[in-house]
């Protein structure tokens, strides 16, 4: 299975008072043509689509084209989560209708997602969509304390793990700060790595692969495209 892994879209980014709709207009269709180039099987976004919570109209439209064209056109399954920059009620919209249509959308953290599972020659590949999740939200949700974003991710997975068999070949979309991350030293906004913000690498040792959003193990994510084989 051919995975086009990206993340940290942020559309609607303004930077210094500089709108980049146009550059990320220019990078998305980089990343179509990518998914053409490559063939690949499934695209993954992990996280922070937009920049804000209510984005402008112009990068809601923007989303949709791409969206479109990965799915109505190329006929790609789409993994798409949210990150902590997404309003994860808006992304939740037409969640059950789009995944009809291999638009799967996890915004809103649930104690009952399910993971997604898409075939190819090989068999059944589960992805484990990990939403963006803080530690009250995994507290009310779990029914016990979640003290920390580690303790958050970790139940996360655990739910998602009690669905998907243990010989299969899994894969997790998550968005966060991995413990070890160095942020960029001339960011716009302040980044917050280290403490209770992070979570710890181990997390992620029952799946094959792990498709970060947010900060990856040494640097920001600012706009990834990493094309992965799994067999």
Avoid at 4 to 32: K, M, N, P
Avoid at 39 to 62: E, F, M, N, S
Avoid at 117 to 146: H, M, N
Avoid at 205 to 228: D, M, W
Wanted: charged share 15%.
């Amino acid at each position: 299975m051919r995975i086009l892994h990206t993340s940290d879209w942020h559309l609607g980014r303004s930077f210094h008072g500089l709108h980049l709709l146009e550059d990320q207009a220019v990078v998305l269709a980089q990343i179509l043509q990518i998914a053409k180039d490559s063939k690949v099987d499934v695209v993954v976004v992990a996280g922070d689509i937009y920049d804000r919570a209510v984005p402008p109209t112009d990068a809601v439209g923007l989303l949709n084209a791409t969206l479109e064209e990965l799915i109505l056109n190329l006929h790609l399954p789409v993994i798409l989560i949210a990150g902590n920059h997404d309003n994860p009620d808006r992304l939740n919209f037409g969640q059950a209708l789009f995944a009809q249509k291999q638009l799967y959308i996890y915004g809103t953290v649930m104690a009952n997602a399910t993971p997604v599972a898409l075939e190819d020659k090989y068999g059944s590949v589960y992805f484990a969509p990990l939403t963006y999740c803080e530690p009250l939200t995994a507290t009310e949700l779990s029914g016990e304390k979640q003290p920390n974003h580690d303790a958050a991710l970790a139940w996360q997975i655990k739910q998602m793990l009690a669905q998907i068999p243990a010989d299969a070949r899994k894969i997790a979309v998550a968005h966060a700060f991995v413990a070890g991350a160095m942020p960029t030293p001339d960011s716009e906004r302040p980044l917050a790595v280290g403490g209770t913000t992070t979570v710890e690498l181990k997390n992620f040792e029952p799946f094959n692969y792990t498709a970060l959003g947010h900060c990856t193990l040494r640097k920001i994510a600012v706009l990834s495209c990493v094309t992965v084989v799994l067999s």
